[in-house]
């Protein structure tokens, strides 16, 4: 994730609406909900990949946000984690949790979000 952090760190003079910003504080804001349910679950990466049906690798290519997620693969880390994905789309000026509420705050923002309120 340092290299994701750097990247960010770099960026931050730039303009923090370009699409590359927000791509990568989208990874690291999954990648840190990730992390936080692992702990929760009390489970190993190796047990997560196992779960996912993927490489103990690509699950830590995910976890270190140097990853650009598809749909499919955030699919299975949800039913992996035991939870539901959510994609939101929210107008200008709402406000976000984490990472995001600065983009939220300076414009258009797609949020998606991992969720353990699974129905």
């Not at 699950?59 to 949800?78: H, I, Y």
């Not at 984690?81 to 959510?86: A, P, V, Y």
């Not at 107008?91 to 258009?108: D, F, H, N, R």
Request: hydrophobic fraction near 45%.
């Amino acid at each position: 994730m340092d290299d994701a952090l750097g990247f960010l760190t770099e960026v931050a003079d730039e303009d923090r609406s370009s699409v590359a910003y927000r791509q990568q504080a989208l990874v690291l804001e999954i990648a840190d909900r990730v992390h936080a349910r692992i702990d929760q679950l009390g489970i190993s990466q190796a047990e997560l990949a196992r779960r996912m049906q993927v490489s103990r690798p690509m699950v830590t290519k995910l976890l270190t946000g140097d990853s650009n997620f598809q749909l499919k693969t955030l699919l299975r880390l949800a039913d992996a984690l035991d939870m539901e994905l959510m994609v939101d789309f929210v107008l200008p000026g709402m406000s976000m949790p984490g990472l995001l509420s600065a983009q939220a705050e300076a414009g258009q923002v797609v949020h998606c979000s991992i969720s353990d309120a699974k129905s």
